[in-house]
């Protein structure tokens, strides 16, 4: 705000009147347009006027005085009225507004004034009709001319021409510009930032680029390079990795479908309404049908002014929400590109994406965010990257170690192959005895269980909850009485046609918990007798069912054979003996299942109350899922009956016996021992 320089009373039916000469910078120019004045939030001048078409400076008469507009440029005049008052420059390069002795009503403050204008990105890097002031009429600008604006503007970062790479941003801004959707006028890479409040670089270099999967890094030599990720079509250059390249097991962040939006409201600020906010919503009508409810997320984009670029930015986060991160150290000399350059944010990787050991190996392709390179070159390279939203996991035989992958179509959950649904006891005074689904992980990205129940092995079987994780089954290694307190068990070794069992070992090879963890029952180890046909024992009234409390590391005794300690008879049930059959026991007496308590969920239904009381057995299914498909027999069979023609392993889909038949299908039921006083620590509540 200026300098108010006169301020003098005037008269008007009675009416006290202040005028006064108030000069207001609006931002940086030259500016291309101008379409409205607003004092306290009213319209007092309308356009459009371009600059091209006027004088500079240009008066502008109102209801109430005469408003001075200048355009920004670097050859405009310094200003009469205000050097009548005081020493003014002119301004050079910003655009401003003079009130000359304007009449600001009965009240001594200056308006709030609002100017809409137009002005194009002022920058140097990209060149062409792709960066041409008039582009648009610059009411939009491409992303790629507005970053490089903000890396090379004294009013942002400041850096030096020098500093880029500019054919780097030459090409890519050429490439999204040519992409215009069908039924708009714009580039998809069309935005129009608004920058109504302070705004670091960061924020508003992350905010444009995002809306056409445009990238920035600085390269080895110190300079910022501009490039795009590829939606549809496959990277030139990618760089596969083996499990044997990798330092450590990498650490994989999917995101749980239940969680993901299907429908977003974007707020952009509406150049049809005088730039006032405005929401678009944008839903994804499959994924609100198969959710069964709304799931919204609200993004802030006040870089859009119109309609068909709110949509397109909630298309693209529908697209873009349901995929994860991945982040791994990879070994010194195999962290570079196919041409022998360093990995940097920008480039692609594609790596392992089942366990190693498998016979079939699964790949995903990643966008790398973020690489730190160590200073010794015997350390590892830290690399964190996105899972690329264009391409899916590819299957085929390869050994580990092997950097050849056959591809194949999609991602095809193969059935469980190893299962048990089981009631436990209630865990407080007057609760519910709870059902729980434990399944052995039967594809690397499964991500939990879908269970469904019914009364009858004929019935429909709604869905009546999820398992969210899995377990890891173990097999009693040797004889256990009721009082030691200790258990020997062992890995399950692959089974039929190469299927694993031992996805989540790290559940008990990385266990660090003690005496503490296992008196909160952080890691439960549930362990079950084997009646005739694979069914629970019972026990009295009871099932034969013992739930442990893992109470330390386990220690290695020989190979895939491990001692556990443990505390006994946890979660209501009460310590047993586990000593009859011979032993290694091989799943033939006894089941033994790894699982951390926080992940193991209660399946709820009405019946199941009924249950307890009438002793009558509950049917269940299982269904594997991952961040983008679930099982579904048919499905299941044809990836069988695929991989028999192929003459590739069958693993677990070995399993899968028609396209109709579901696997696994489980029965259940509520002892009525159930129905007692919970044991709690050897003691009744």
Known sequence: MGLVTNGKGGSGQGALHYNGTIACVMGVGPIYALDAILLNGESVWTGPLLRSASTNPVNLTTEFGTLRWYWGTETQPADALLNQYGEHPPYKGLGYLVFCDYDHGQSPNAYNVEVIYRRAPQQSIVTGAVAAESLD????????????????????????????????????????????????????????????????????????????????????????????????????????????????????????????????????????????????????????VADGRLIRKTIKADHLITADQGLRAGQEALRSTASGTWSGQIRWGKARTPAGARLQPGDYLRVPWTQPGEETVATQLLRITKTVWPRNATDAVQIEADIDLGATATFGAATTGSSSVTSATGVVMPPVSLARVLALPATTSG????????????????????????????????????????????????????????????????????????????????????????????????????????????????????????????????????????????????????????????????????IPSAQLAALQHADFDGMLETGATGYFRLGAYASRSSYSPAAAYAERQRRATAEEALVEYSAQPDDTTWVPELTAAIPAGYNETVIIDGGAL
Request: hydrophobic share 45%; glycine share 8%.
């Open 137 to 288: 009429d610059a009411r939009s600008a491409n992303a790629v001319v507005v970053a490089c604006e903000i890396l090379t503007s004294p009013y942002w970062l400041g850096l030096s021409a020098a500093d880029l790479v500019a054919s780097t941003f030459q090409t890519v801004a050429g490439a999204t510009q040519a992409e215009v959707p069908a039924g708009s006028a714009r580039s998809a890479a069309a935005v129009s930032p608004l920058w109504a409040d302070a705004t670091d670089a960061r924020t508003a270099l992350l905010t444009i680029t995002a809306q056409s999967a445009i990238w920035l890094r600085i390269n080895t030599a110190g300079k910022v390079e501009c490039g795009r990720w590829l939606r549809d079509s496959a990277p030139a250059s990618v760089t596969t990795l083996t499990w044997d390249d990798l330092a450590e097991p990498p650490a994989v962040d999917l995101a749980d479908d239940e969680e993901v939006p299907n429908s977003y409201a974007v707020e952009i600020v509406d150049s049809k309404a005088l730039f006032k906010e405005a929401k678009i919503i944008v839903d994804d009508q499959a994924k609100l």
């Open 431 to 594: 609760g519910s005895p709870t059902i729980h689904a434990l399944a052995a992980r039967p594809h690397g990205l499964a991500l939990g269980i879908d269970v469904y129940y019914d009364d009858a092995a004929a019935g429909d079987f709604p869905p009546v909850g999820k398992q969210r994780s899995f377990a890891l089954p173990v097999s009693l290694y040797g004889a256990v009485t009721a009082t030691e307190t200790t258990f020997r068990v062992a890995l399950l070794p692959a089974g039929a046609a190469g299927i694993s069992y031992r996805r989540d070992e790290h559940i008990l090879r990385d266990w660090s918990g003690g005496v503490t963890e296992g008196r909160n029952d952080e890691l439960l180890l549930i362990l079950v007798k084997r009646g005739a046909g694979g069914v629970i024992a019972v026990n009295g009234d009871r099932d034969y069912v013992e739930v442990c409390a893992v109470a330390g590391a386990a220690t290695l005794v020989a190979a895939d054979v491990f001692d556990v300690p443990v505390l006994r008879g946890r979660r209501g049930t009460v310590s047993l003996d586990w000593a009859t059959g011979s032993f290694p026991d091989a799943w033939s007496g006894y089941e033994g299942w790894l």
